[in-house]
């Protein structure tokens, strides 16, 4: 994608875009490992990360992912 377009692109849509090239390149697994290896924030993520996800599968976090995308939540 030429970087004209992406310059027009509100901020949740190219966080779009990032995340559907990384779950298609990576799948939702590899996209999520990516995701908590490079946001470096305060606190500790992959605690809270298993938190969020404790007792969920893949597909589940899978699921929920798409339906919140549906929904326009994310």
């Known amino acids: ?23 298609k390149e990576l799948g939702p697994v590899g996209a999520a490992k990516f995701w908590i290896y490079v946001t470096h924030g305060e606190g500790n993520s992959v605690e809270e990360y298993r938190k969020m996800w404790k007792g969920k599968s893949i597909e589940e976090i899978h699921r929920e992912v798409l339906k919140a995308k549906k929904l326009g939540k994310i």
């Open 1 to 23: 994608m030429k970087e004209t377009l992406i310059a027009r692109k509100t901020a949740q849509e190219v966080i779009n875009i990032g995340w559907n090239t990384l779950t």
